[in-house]
C-alpha cells in the first residue's frame, strides 16, 4: 500500500488544521492506521492510531482531547482533526499503515508538515 499525506500549513495557536492519508495500492479497510510526528532534532513519536473500521482509537497523551483521528474507507483515506494547535505540535507529520494492531508499522507515507506560530 502506498500513502500520500496532506494537509499541513502553517497556523496561529489556537488554530484547527486537518490532515489527510490517502491510501492506494490497497484497500484502507486492511490496515491498521496511525499517525506520527517528528519534530527537528526529537525523535519520531505517535500520535493516533485507529483500527480497521474505526471503532477503535488511541492517542497520545499530549494529544488527547484535542485531536481527533477518523476514517472514511470508502475514499481509501484517514483523517487527523486537530483543534487547539500549540507551538510544541509543530513537526513533520506521517502516516503509517499496519495490518496488524501492534506498535510495528510496515508502510509510511511521505510527511506533511505542521508549523503553529505562537
Known amino acids: 500500500v502506498q500513502l500520500q499525506a496532506s494537509g499541513g500549513g502553517l497556523v496561529q495557536g489556537g488554530g484547527s488544521l486537518r490532515l489527510s492519508c490517502a491510501a492506494s495500492g490497497g484497500a484502507a479497510s486492511s490496515y491498521i492506521m496511525a499517525w506520527f510526528r517528528q519534530a527537528p532534532g526529537k525523535e519520531r513519536e505517535f500520535v493516533a492510531r485507529?483500527?480497521?473500521?474505526?471503532?477503535?482509537?488511541h492517542y497520545a497523551d499530549s494529544v488527547k482531547g484535542r485531536f481527533t483521528i477518523s476514517r472514511d474507507n470508502a475514499k481509501n483515506t484517514v483523517y487527523l482533526q486537530m483543534n487547539s494547535l500549540k507551538p510544541e505540535d509543530t513537526a513533520t507529520y506521517y502516516c503509517?499503515?499496519?495490518?496488524?494492531?501492534?506498535?510495528?508499522?510496515?508502510?509510511w507515507g511521505q510527511g506533511t508538515q505542521v508549523t503553529v506560530s505562537s
Open positions: 503509517a499503515a499496519a495490518t496488524t494492531w501492534s506498535r510495528e508499522y510496515p508502510y
Open positions: 485507529i483500527s480497521w473500521t474505526g471503532g477503535t482509537t
